[in-house]
């Protein structure tokens, strides 16, 4: 499993032109299962993700984390994060879980951030979507589990 985690000023997720998510200052999680990913593994990435210390404190040091700041989280399934690169020039997806693995186990995901978090937001499962976002720094890290 892997997560793309931005720090955002603001973030937003479209479907079919409707808002479906959105969220102010926090982290865009962009989140890719892959084949033999186990819940275990989801809950020890969720936890990673709202407790990674990427904000700044009061001497600017990235000391703070999401759930220090009262941040947002937005979690959007991302099925190419998942992707095998290394050969070639188009990517393979034989390393991504199937689609209903994935789901239940992105899911499982943010049922967990939500459990510890008041502040949380979604794309939509398998959708096309469109993500908005005011990336802040940039800071952008690949957590994975």
């Given at each position: 499993m892997r997560a793309l985690i931005q720090r955002v000023r603001a973030a937003s997720v479209?479907?079919?032109g409707e808002i479906v998510g959105q969220i102010e200052r926090g982290i865009?999680?962009?989140l890719g299962v892959e084949r033999g990913d186990v819940i275990t593994a989801c809950?020890?990435?969720a936890d990673?993700?709202?407790n990674y210390r990427i904000f700044p404190d009061q001497q600017?040091?990235?000391n703070l984390s999401t759930r220090d700041i009262g941040g947002g989280v937005l979690v959007v399934s991302q099925f190419t994060l998942a992707a095998d690169t290394r050969k070639g020039l188009r990517p393979s997806f034989t390393p991504a879980a199937d689609p209903a693995d994935a789901e239940f186990l992105?899911?499982?995901f943010?049922?967990?951030?939500s459990a510890r978090l008041t502040d949380i937001a979604t794309g939509r499962f398998g959708a096309d979507m469109q993500v908005s976002l005011c990336n802040d720094g940039p800071v952008t890290?690949?957590?994975e589990s």
């Open positions: 479209t479907v079919n865009l999680v962009l809950h020890r990435l990673k993700v709202i600017g040091r990235m992105y899911h499982e943010v049922s967990y951030i890290f690949l957590l």
